[in-house]
């Protein structure tokens, strides 16, 4: 039928474009040659063409070979113009296999005559299947090639069964229909296994193809613990070259399929991370053939909604600063939408070794900016500084850890009379910048900046000399100015972090004289305290015989030289002097004033 149209074709052509009177003559459609092994013979069967009007029908010619397609041929006459059918009496006792094709032939001379396909008697060539593929509405698509038989009138579509055997599905009809849709089944609970068989109009139906085709079961899962959805699938099989890849396709939150990776023909998993919590995912496995990469299989969709533990995107500490009564308040940031179970602060103070200083509870919603006190007793921020990381621990015990930050530890002696040294170590936090360290004092009326610094000055004498009125008692504290700016524009501010308070005493400086006059310039004997503050002051004065002849508890209060409120001879005269520095320390001078006329 095939060589019949084309050159029908070809001569239908060549007549656009050159003046003929030919004819043409059709051939029958010769469509079975069934063989029957009972008597060796074989019938063939066609369907006349339309009768050709240039001249009187003379026979149909069919032409019979035993040795090939190609020939050469016999010819035996048929007569009857009405015959559709023709028995070759004994022809397998000569050979098995026979080929045939036929004309029609009319007295007209000129003619063509064209000739009709040629076909055998055998049962038609097996045809070889393309691909089996899952549409994304669920359905199962087989294609195949066209059988190579001319006698093909259609097919068999078979499920394929695991011990060789195939039970029939449904018939296409047509040579040339080459595809099927299998609408009863579900592809997605498992692997569907088809193969096909070529018939033609006689009956004879060919072998099923051995070589059958599947679809590929794709599964998907994920836990709640996990930022990785596991795919799996099974094995394409039976492309002539096998599988060149299998790629993994994925449509996020109903958007279009992405190829988001590819394994090779050995593999048959994949885990895909490309994803945040709460998308809603369909999953797709591509096999493609390694003989032509335009011939693919797919496999059922998995749809399936990411349900994971959400981390945190971002997680750092951006303040660590020691309170007046030495407390350290840690502060951090953390990403809100993280599920989180709870905070771990630890305390290191060398950077090495931490321990657990808190445990804080996550609430439910999470605030970006939070903070936790460390209080615990063995806090001692004026003898050294602390490092400070946070944990933050998700039900599925990861745990994400923050870089530390370093406190301030202000330490200071009393270097000479009137004179405070004060040392301190530079403030340490990842994306922080130190602008300047300010040195704050309180001599009793409150904290006031007295001199601010660069980064990389860490020490300061302060001279006290324009404060001996005062109790004694100098407090200092140093403030970190700095820059803080977080990755990724997530926060920028300018923060302060301070020191210890760092208190330093100056011990009493008592200035006794040894010698007074009551009626001269100095008439009054007391001594004269710097930065005392004294508490439980005593003076006694005594005779040259022991005898008590003045006593006071009021430092401002001194001896008239009076003994009894008579005016006390001269001469000299002891004295004991005591009472307790702001310190608590213990203060005793004792010696011999003299008392002058």
Excluded at 431 to 442: E, H, I, K, M, Q
Excluded at 549 to 554: C, G, M, N, R, S
Aim: hydrophobic letters at 35%.
């Amino acid at each position: 039928m095939l060589k019949h149209f084309i050159t029908f074709l070809i001569i239908l052509t060549a007549g656009l474009f050159v003046q003929s009177n030919a004819q043409t003559i059709l051939a029958p459609d010769l469509q079975c040659a069934e063989t029957d092994n009972t008597n060796g013979n074989i019938t063939l069967s066609w369907t006349n063409p339309p009768a050709n009007p240039c001249g009187a029908f003379v026979q149909y010619t069919i032409y019979a070979s035993s040795t090939g397609a190609a020939g050469p041929y016999n010819q035996v006459a048929v007569t009857s113009q009405a015959a559709t059918s023709f028995v070759l009496a004994n022809y397998i006792a000569i050979s098995s296999t026979w080929y045939f094709y036929m004309e029609a032939n009319y007295n007209c001379p000129g003619a063509t005559v064209l000739q009709s396909d040629t076909i055998n008697n055998l049962n038609p060539i097996t045809p070889n299947l393309v691909n089996v593929d899952v549409t994304q509405s669920g359905t199962v698509v087989i294609n195949w090639d066209p059988s190579v038989s001319a006698q093909t009138h259609g097919y068999v579509v078979y499920y394929y069964l695991p011990n060789g055997n195939a039970v029939p599905l449904d018939t296409v009809y047509g040579r040339f229909n080459t595809t099927y849709t299998d609408l009863g089944v579900d592809p997605s609970l498992q692997s569907l296994v088809y193969t096909v068989a070529a018939f033609d109009s006689c009956g004879k139906i060919s072998a099923y193809n051995t070589l059958p085709h599947n679809t590929i079961l794709t599964a998907a899962s994920s836990s709640p613990c996990e930022t990785i959805v596991h795919i799996g699938w099974n094995k394409y099989i039976n492309w002539p070259q096998g599988v060149q890849e299998y790629q993994i396709l994925v449509s996020a939150n109903n958007g279009n399929f992405i190829n988001v990776g590819a394994v090779d023909s050995t593999k048959l998993t994949y885990d895909y991370s490309g994803f945040v919590d709460g998308d809603s995912l369909c999953i797709i496995v591509r096999a493609v053939s390694a003989a032509d990469t335009t011939i693919v299989s797919n496999s059922n969709m998995v749809c399936m909604k990411a349900a994971i533990i959400q981390p945190p995107a971002y997680l750092y500490i951006t303040n660590a600063t020691v309170g007046l009564d030495n407390y350290i308040e840690v502060s951090w940031m953390v990403d809100p939408n993280a599920e989180l179970i709870y905070f771990k602060l630890d305390r290191s103070n060398n950077n090495i070794t931490f321990t657990p200083a808190a445990q804080i509870p996550a609430p439910v919603t999470l605030s970006q900016f939070n903070s936790k006190v460390d209080s615990t007793e063995d806090l001692t921020p004026e003898k050294n500084p602390y490092y400070y990381t946070v944990t933050a621990i998700d039900s599925c015990q990861k745990l994400y850890v923050t870089p530390y930050v370093k406190t301030i530890s202000l330490q200071g002696e009393l270097y000479d009379y009137y004179v405070s040294h004060l040392t301190w170590n530079n403030f340490e936090l990842e994306n922080a910048n130190v602008l300047r360290y300010n040195l704050y004092r309180d001599y009793g009326t409150g904290f006031q900046l007295i001199k601010s610094f660069l980064p990389g000055t860490n020490e300061y004498s302060d001279s006290l000399f324009d404060y001996i009125t005062d109790k004694g008692l100098f407090c200092y504290r140093v403030e970190a100015v700095y820059d803080i700016n977080l990755p990724n524009g997530i926060y920028h501010d300018t923060l302060s972090s301070f020191s210890n308070q760092q208190c330093i005493i100056h011990r009493p400086i008592i200035y006794i004289p040894n010698a007074f006059a009551p009626n001269g310039l100095n008439n009054v004997f007391k001594p004269t305290i710097v930065y005392g503050n004294p508490q439980g002051y005593l003076m006694q004065i005594y005779n040259r015989y022991g005898g008590l002849v003045f006593e006071t508890q009021d430092p401002n209060t001194g001896w008239d030289g009076n003994d009894r409120g008579k005016p006390a001879m001269q001469g000299g005269y002891a004295y004991l002097i005591t009472f307790k520095a702001e310190d608590g320390v213990s203060v005793e001078r004792k010696g011999m004033v003299l008392l002058v006329k």
